[in-house]
């Protein structure tokens, strides 16, 4: 894991040799005077890109193997906080280990219907979204799911799921 520091940005990259012999990156990029953080994971057709923009309190998560972009309302309450994510992430090794708490797990129902306007979610949530089918998530509890979920696992601090 290789950890960056300048002014009010921090980058943290991750490879991941899986147990299957494949192989995946993992970056986030953190600017606290904007108030984002950029995920990138690559791991072929499983690859997803995500923007957390704490300032406007949305989470948009594009898809590749879906073609797709997904915007949920971001909950504060649950989120790390945009100071404390550098830090969490630094612990994750500890977690690995099965030592310390478990990462936050979140589950989102996806709309069937087309967001039409992405510009009232933000200009960071337009950029990511911008050009391909985008459908807003809402935050899902206890509920049960028989269709598929997409899982983004941010370096082990968080799980998002978003189910059909």
């Known amino acids: 894991m290789l950890v960056f520091f300048k002014k009010n940005k921090q980058n943290v990259n991750e490879n991941n040799q899986g147990n299957d012999g494949g192989n995946s990156h993992q970056t986030v990029s953190i600017n606290n005077d904007k108030h984002m953080a950029n995920i990138d994971s690559n791991d072929g057709w499983n690859s997803w890109s995500s923007v957390w923009d704490y300032g406007n309190s949305y989470i948009a998560t594009r898809i590749l193997s879906k073609k797709a972009c997904i915007i949920a309302k971001m909950n504060k309450n649950v989120m790390p906080d945009i100071v404390e994510l550098p830090q969490l992430i630094k612990e994750k090794k500890v977690r690995r280990r099965g030592k310390g ?64």
């Open 101 to 164: 708490p478990p990462p936050v797990e979140l589950q989102f129902a996806v709309s069937k219907t087309r967001v039409s306007d992405l510009a009232q979610y933000g200009k960071s949530v337009e950029s990511m979204c911008r050009g391909i089918p985008t459908y807003v998530a809402r935050e899902a509890h206890g509920d049960n799911y028989s269709g598929q979920c997409f899982k983004t696992n941010i370096m082990h601090t968080m799980t998002l799921n978003y189910c059909s």
